[in-house]
């Protein structure tokens, strides 16, 4: 499919101009957006890019006439079909709110009311534009959520909001956005902790329901992929001011301002490839059947969080746990360090088992084996100084003087490009990009042989994304620490890791070297998350070329697992044998591990 | 990022006074806390008369308002032939001004005594409650309910009847009236504070259990206890004065808000109103204060969360 990715010559549908949004607090004004100018024009899918704070959130209420209190808008000019937005009556604004110009914003569940049936939500949202009795505004319901591929609208459109996945309400908020046709939909952030699998499935038909209602997009994100894949053009807001604009192409091959070169920096590093190392390494750590069961309270069903994963980590090697949520990575790495306990299976380090290990030996090991949780700003004491911070594992493992405690620590803050001026600055105030490396500091002062990284850069910026993962990639190949990362972030994996396990409701579905499994995935999963991983390059935009590998439907619950294989109910290749026979991860010619039967035999 | 604008905020914005009203309120209640505590201190001493010796004249009203300038013109010049009575003396010839404001000492000292008694071992309960989660804790926590259940006023009513009627026995009845409160506050904040993730990387760094209890979530939990004190202490004060009107509490002639209103209200009929509405009036100003200060730094604290 074609679309226009040079400017066409038709009006614009919507033109802003020095845009300002002030607020105002007891003794000090600011200005999150702050001169910010852009037009887009009918049909046309525009991307708006940003770090957190950069004021994009702001700019899209902006664009409806609102702004947060004890925000305003004090200055600039909105044309929209002619007319200026700002001097528009509250009745004219009103009517075109919804109408002409539909938002979605993040957390769908909070945006949906919880009393009322979606598709009456859906039928209101119609009718306050447009005359239409009770009955044809269902019907006009049933239509959109139809439109937004929803299973089942007649169903559905009986649905509270807690009775629909997530993926299924940002989908029902879309349907409502759309109901009135309008001719500009602003989505804000649509995809923010939804799966990939599922972002993937959602943005693609939000692509697709907009081609047919003829709307133009402002898609606002902070993922690249998300941008390269489907918009035509990209808007770069930094420090309340558009810095860049230009067509998505020309936007990744030559970034014109420095934020935008900054950001881009990873994917540019990303395709030299990661570092390859020779021959195998010694195992360090040796997960064998690993399984963790969490019993469900009130019954006797049990919540399978880890099902039988073996793995092995060598020194000096960087292993890639992925998965989608829910898929149990996080607690391997948790059971991994004993910080729960696992049900059955074994847990070897260096060579001894440490499984049943007395808490105080455990102690002792911790020394040597680390992990770096996702949110830095809840895995600092807030009350403490950072000089505080990393002296805590010195204290248990390393006693010394207060003085010589204090020298290490501004050391760990040099290893992780950090000024030791901060020892004395509380986490409050400093940012998530500073909080993350000062967990990594505290997580290398010990000088572990192995640490967990548990998505460290999930709630990073893009750009801070992209220093971080540089960071660490230096810090492995300077210290020879052995990484289990773990994340959902493919693009991070690729560059990062020698080696990659993909895990599914508990389970290891393959496991192999980066570039088999990344270049290559043979399990009908990987093939899936991989297809749906937007990975930040405009040449294969995956609105282009459209895709086969896609799952149906939503991970199953972890409480009632499927009896034969856990994917059967979503793969495309399944057939009765793959629902009746459970899957064992089998060895394959090439050196990887494989969970799927019919691929094993050479079937698909 | 934002960039800090200097043109000026106009005057009267509506967007700008619900932060300052919350201020308004803060001060207010600070200056009520700070003048109580000022007068715990020096109000014994600083009265026109002894606030525990009676004065001959029995039952005078206080001066109309109209006769306030004219006596204090009086009462600077020396012309007066003793110390006025701003608020009458009672049918007993107490001066009900010095006893008013030598009260604090008495009601305050109780009240603090009593919150630190309480907040020590509430804090305390509720962090081994809520940190260390097993049926022995569960068991404090169906005590503390049953505790809770009863009516504050008649539980410490009964201890200080069992116990005797002694300061010391209405701090600890007041302390384990308001136990409960601190061990249920405490316990709900170490739940979220225990899974915060600075506990787990302390745990993956080989702290003890004990160490990550008192030095990780002990000081993150402690400001809804600490911020409940003031509402807390503001109900303590009215709680002792209650004790006293029905007996239980202070004994006579110790000067005590509660005991004032109660040896009053019998003449109230009489028309002598003012022995116990001073002292009324002077109660409901502290508790309001104490409660006003406690909400408004709750909304701070939740605000900076």
Known sequence: ????????????????????????????????????????????????????????????????????????????????????????????????????????????????????????????????HNPATEAEARKQAVEMLRMVGINDPERRAEAFAHELSGGMAQRALIAMALSSRPKLLIADEPTSGL?????????????????????????????????????????????????????????????????????????????????????TAAPLVTLDALTKHFPLRGSDKVVQAVDK???????????????????????????????????SGRIAFAGSDITALPPTEMRALREKMQIVFQDPFDSLNPRWTLAQILAEPLK?????????????????????????????????????????????????????????????????????????????????????????????????????????AVMYLGQIVEQGTVEQVFNNPRHPYSQALLSAHLFPDPT????????????????PSPIDVPKGCYLASRCPHAVDACRAVPQVLEPLADGRNLRCARVVKGEV | MSLPVTDPIPEGDPLTLAPRSRDGLLIFGATIVAIVTFLAVFGPHIGPYNPTLTTPRVAVPPPKFTEIPSTLIGWI????????????????????????????????????????????????????????????????????????????????????????????????????????????????????????????????????????????????????ALIQSSVTIGFAILLTAGLSFVGAGVRPPTPEWGLMISTGAGAIILGEWWPSVFPGIAISLTVFGFAVLGNALERRYEAAQ
């Not at chain 1, 002030?22 to 887009?40: E, L, N």
């Not at chain 1, 000024?419 to 290398?444: E, F, H, K, M, Y």
């Not at chain 1, 459209?546 to 149906?552: F, T």
């Not at chain 2, 309480?118 to 569960?138: D, H, K, M, P, Q």
Request: aromatic share 6%; glycine share 8%; proline share 6%.
């Open chain 1, 1 to 128: 499919m074609n679309t226009p990715v040079n400017t066409p010559l038709s009006a614009p549908l919507i033109e802003v101009r020095d845009l300002q949004v002030t607020y105002r607090t007891d003794k000090v004004a600011t200005r999150p957006v702050d001169g910010v100018s852009f037009a887009i024009n009918p049909r046309e899918v525009v991307g708006l890019i940003g770090d957190a704070g950069s004021g994009k959130s702001t700019t899209a209420l902006a664009l409806l006439g609102l702004a947060r209190p004890p925000g305003r808008i004090t200055g600039g000019q909105i044309r929209f079909d002619g007319r200026d937005l700002l001097t528009l009556p509250d009745t004219d604004l009103r009517d075109i709110r919804g109408r002409d110009i539909g938002i979605i914003v993040q957390n769908p569940r909070a945006s949906l009311n919880p009393m009322l049936r979606v598709g009456r939500q859906i039928g209101f949202a119609y009718q306050a």
């Open chain 1, 195 to 279: 799966d990939v699998t599922i972002q993937a499935q959602f943005l693609d038909q939000m692509w697709q329901t907009v081609q047919e209602t003829g709307s133009a997009i402002l898609l606002i994100t902070q993922e690249l992929g998300v941008i390269a894949n489907y918009c035509d053009r990209v808007l770069v807001l930094h420090d309340g001011r558009i810095v860049e604009d230009a067509p998505v192409r020309q936007f990744f091959d030559a970034p014109a301002h420095p934020y935008s070169q900054e950001v881009l920096g990873l994917r540019r590093s990303a395709d030299a490839a990661a570092p390859v190392r020779e021959g």
């Open chain 1, 309 to 343: 994963v073996t793995l092995t980590i060598g020194k000096g090697e960087a292993v890639g746990l992925v998965g989608e949520s829910g898929s149990g990575k996080t607690t391997v790495g948790r059971c991994l360090l004993q910080l729960v306990p696992p049900t």
């Open chain 1, 396 to 500: 248990i493992h390393a006693p010394a003087s207060a003085a010589a405690h204090r020298t290490r620590a501004a050391e760990a803050l040099r290893l992780v490009d950090l000024d030791p001026a901060l020892l004395d600055r509380r986490p409050r105030g400093l940012g998530a990009s500073t909080l993350q490396r000062v967990n990594i500091a505290r997580a290398l002062i010990l000088n572990p042989e192995f640490v967990v990284l548990d998505e460290p850069t999930s709630v990073l910026a893009p750009r801070a994304r992209t220093s971080l993962i540089g960071l660490l990639a230096r810090l492995q190949a300077e210290l020879g620490i052995s990484f289990l990362f773990i994340s959902h972030d493919l693009t991070t994996v690729r560059y990062l890791c020698q080696r990659v």
């Open chain 1, 540 to 555: 294969w935009r995956r609105v282009d070329h459209p895709v086969r590998e896609a799952l149906q439907g939503e991970i």
């Open chain 2, 77 to 224: 010049n020396g012309t007066l032939p003793h110390a006025p009575h701003w608020m009458g003396t009672d049918a007993s010839g107490y001066d009900v001004f010095s006893r008013v404001i030598a009260a604090p000492r008495t009601d305050l000292t109780i009240a603090l005594a009593a919150n630190a008694l309480s907040l020590t071992i509430g804090v305390f309960l509720g962090l081994i409650a809520g940190y260390f989660r097993n049926w022995g804790t569960e068991v404090l926590m169906r005590v503390s309910d049953v505790m809770q259940s009863f009516p504050v006023f008649i539980s410490a009513m009964v201890l200080v009847a069992l116990a005797g009627r002694s300061t010391t026995n209405i701090i600890i009845a007041l302390a384990f009236v308001y136990v409960p409160i601190y061990v249920r506050l405490t316990r709900a904040e170490v739940l979220s504070q225990t899974s915060r993730g600075f506990v787990e990387a302390a745990r993956a760094l080989g702290q003890p259990e004990i160490k990550i209890a008192l030095r990780h979530v002990l000081p993150n939990s402690m400001t809804p």
